[in-house]
């Protein structure tokens, strides 16, 4: 209703979220929040609808259980014949695996796969603003670059398993020395 209280939900919330729709009737859908949002997207959802205006985003919300889903959803108000806002429909749908997937993405455009450290790319940037910090607060920025020499040869003689193995070691131990603001790359 316009007060944001519950009437209705059909099977698919329940579903979606794990509550049973008797449970949920007579409450607000605030019991939905994860307290990823801040309040000023509530607020600036709430003036929009109660402006008679549809509402569009992606909300970060909280299933029964605890766990969070990405939810893309449109609230529609409803207004009567004097034009005032009467009810709201609210019609979403669980995009979690899109989020996740996009996330996962922007990762691995950006990590090393074997060892999970930043590649070139993240470094690079890292750097940049690393550089700029240090400009502006008239600091220095140090850099260290280390070659494996005849790495090919321990992959070519003992295997890449366990070239890969190496790798993870050293990337462990780089990453065990680098301090809270420094950053390790492969």
Do not use: C
């Not at 990823?36 to 909300?59: C, H, N, T």
């Not at 893309?72 to 034009?83: M, R, V």
């Not at 550089?131 to 790495?151: C, E, M, P, S, T």
Request: hydrophobic content about 40%.
């Amino acid at each position: 209703d316009r007060d944001g209280v519950i009437e209705y939900v059909n099977q698919a919330f329940a579903a979606t979220t794990g509550w049973q729709i008797e449970e949920v009737v007579g409450k607000r859908p605030n019991i939905l929040s994860s307290g990823k949002q801040q309040s000023e997207f509530y607020r600036a959802m709430w003036q929009a609808i109660l402006d008679g205006k549809v509402f569009s985003e992606v909300f970060i919300n909280q299933r029964k259980d605890g766990s969070l889903y990405y939810e893309e959803k449109t609230i529609t108000p409803l207004k009567d014949g004097s034009g005032a806002v009467t009810h709201f429909i609210s019609t979403g749908h669980d995009i979690t695996e899109r989020i996740q997937t996009q996330e996962r993405l922007q990762y691995l455009a950006h990590h090393d796969l074997l060892t999970g450290l930043p590649n070139r790319s993240l470094f690079i940037d890292r750097l940049k603003q690393a550089l700029a910090y240090a400009r502006w607060h008239l600091r220095l920025v140090a850099v260290l670059f280390i070659d494996i020499d005849r790495f090919k040869n321990i992959n070519d003689t003992l295997g890449h398993d366990l070239g890969d193995q190496l790798l993870r070691a050293i990337a462990a131990r780089l990453e065990g020395t680098k301090g809270s603001e420094g950053t390790v790359a492969f």
